[in-house]
Each structure stands twice: as structure tokens, then as C-alpha cells.
């Protein structure tokens, strides 16, 4: 199984960016997707994630400006970061479970005016 991430990159504070991550090989089904963040020095923490069903859950820090989405038979996940702040730069990954927990290999995103 790999998982593919894009669309990371650089904006201005306030500005938005869409994440996809595409997951291939051989997978039966996907239980969750999510995403996650990191910083340098610091723990990779969740930001968002979206069961099978559709229940989604966020961190506080990101709830009302981001939102994550999934397609279940392309197999990908989104996450739509809306208002970004400096706070919100980071390497983004994401993750699947099916039940085995996947990774991709994480987008940089970065704020900077």
C-alpha cells in the first residue's frame, strides 16, 4: 500500500491550500483517513481525520478553517485548509487504516508573508 500526498506549499497568511492523498495497492477497504502535522522538534500531531461513514473529527486549532473530505472510490483523501496562519505551517501527512495503519511520506506547507 502507498499513500501519495500533494498540494502543499507556500501561501500568505490567510490564504488556502487543498492536500490530496491518493492510497493504491492492494487495499479491501479503508476504515479511517486523516491527517496529520509535524514540526521540527516537535511531535507529529492530528489535525483531522474521517471514518468510512463520514464522521469527521479535528483538532481545536483547525476546526472552522479546515476541512477534510474523502472519496471513496478514488481512494483519496482532502483536506481543505482554509485561513491559513504561521501556526499552521508544517510537514503534513497523511494516514490510512484498514485495518493496517499507513503513511504517506508528507507534504511541506509553509506560511509566510
Known amino acids: 500500500v502507498q499513500l501519495q500526498a500533494s498540494g502543499g506549499g507556500l501561501v500568505q497568511p490567510g490564504g488556502s491550500l487543498r492536500l490530496s492523498c491518493e492510497a493504491s495497492?492492494?487495499?479491501?477497504?479503508?476504515?479511517?483517513m486523516g491527517w496529520h502535522r509535524q514540526v521540527p522538534g516537535k511531535q507529529r500531531k492530528l489535525v483531522a481525520v474521517?471514518?468510512?461513514?463520514?464522521?469527521?473529527n479535528y483538532a481545536d486549532s483547525v476546526k472552522g478553517r479546515f476541512t477534510i473530505s474523502r472519496d471513496n472510490v478514488k481512494n483519496t483523501v482532502y483536506l481543505q485548509m482554509t485561513s491559513l496562519q504561521f501556526e499552521d505551517a508544517a510537514v503534513y501527512y497523511c494516514?490510512?487504516?484498514?485495518?493496517?495503519?499507513?503513511w504517506g511520506k508528507g507534504t511541506q506547507v509553509t506560511v509566510s508573508s
Open positions: 474521517i471514518t468510512s461513514g463520514g464522521s469527521t
Open positions: 495497492g492492494s487495499i479491501f477497504s479503508i476504515d479511517y
Open positions: 494516514n490510512i487504516r484498514t485495518p493496517m495503519v499507513y
